[in-house]
């Protein structure tokens, strides 16, 4: 019994040093605006109403021609009756897109005279330069943002320069950002940032922390303006995730809460949810043959009776040779 006890314990001692944290050697973490990813993937699928058609011309291995039209229904509130109105209507958006290993290129142009461009350059492995703007045909509406992206050995640093749509006053507003998030442990990662905003002379300071393993993801937010979130998933397995969520204005007194699924089939995607208010969502992404895809969607709200359910299609040309 004595010559099988030591090899036990010199294997447990062996595992305890393996387990020792090397705090000079953590990762790097995810970006800041990245730290509920994985809850918005399974939470927040691009819900739609109507009919959808998206095709992709693949000009080549890093330029592709976008083509995108809908056909449903647009909400407009009603003043006179506090009620949503529902008008039919149809959009077109033509886009392009060039990807390169140091370099992406994005732009959208819509019926409505919008235009939506995003630009993404990496200088050197640990700078990114960022840059999204939306031009709108109407005076002081047009929003741009421009941020610069530092990427340490464990941690993160971003600065963001732009404007945004003020909701209280007409026109456009500035806004000054900057962020840091830092592996603490090689699991635990926490962060800041502080938002200025010029016009208003008011300013932001939130903390965000994220604890990921193999199995589950927990995050959470709070800002001084007093919005707290908690997201959390869970993977049961490689194809199939569970994911709950939390949203409280302390302002207003008023939270939300959410739990939903995304499963992996070999040709298809099944993501839903559940609202605490009662409303349930679908999305379902099916492959019907390679390039073409089918897209069902559906949005259930019983208590308001409000019904919307959407199907689309989605077809890539390959490459031209």
Request: proline share 4%; glycine share 8%; hydrophobic share 35%.
């Amino acid at each position: 019994m004595e010559g099988f006890a030591i090899p036990n314990v010199t294997a447990q001692i062996k595992s305890k040093v393996e387990e020792k944290v090397d705090y000079s050697n953590l990762p790097c973490p995810k970006p800041y605006e990245d730290i509920h990813l994985e809850a918005t993937k399974t939470l927040n699928p691009e819900l739609f109403e109507g009919f959808r058609l998206d095709c992709t011309k693949r000009m080549n291995h890093k330029f592709s021609l976008i083509h995108s039209l809908v056909m449903g229904q647009t909400e407009v509130p009603n003043d006179r009756s506090q009620q949503i109105v529902k008008i039919p209507t149809s959009s077109y958006e033509f886009g392009a897109r060039f990807i390169d290993p140091k370099l992406m290129l994005d732009g959208k142009l819509m019926t409505d005279g919008t235009v939506i461009a995003k630009f993404k350059s990496d200088l050197t492995e640990n700078f990114t330069i960022k840059a999204t703007a939306q031009l709108i045909n109407e005076l002081h509406k047009s929003q741009g943002v421009l941020t610069f992206d530092h990427k340490g050995s464990d941690y993160r640093a971003q600065l963001q320069l732009g404007n945004y749509m003020n909701q209280s006053e007409p026109g456009t507003s500035s806004l000054f950002r900057a962020n840091y998030i830092q592996h603490v442990t090689p699991k635990l990662s926490l962060g800041g940032e502080v938002l200025w905003l010029s016009e208003q002379r008011k300013s932001v300071v939130g903390y965000v922390a994220r604890y990921e393993n193999t199995k589950m993801v927990a995050s959470g937010q709070v800002t001084s303006a007093g919005v707290a979130i908690m997201n959390y998933v869970h993977k049961v397995t490689d194809k199939t995730s569970l994911a709950a969520d939390f949203f409280y204005s302390f302002m207003l007194r008023e939270g939300a809460a959410s739990v939903g699924y995304d499963f992996m089939f070999r040709q298809s995607r099944v993501r839903g949810k559940i609202y605490s208010n009662g409303v349930v969502a679908a999305h379902v992404e099916e492959e019907l043959c390679p390039g073409l895809g089918l897209l069902l969607s559906a949005e259930v709200d019983h208590v308001k009776k409000d019904y919307k359910f959407g199907l689309g299609v989605k077809y890539e040309y390959p490459p031209s040779q």
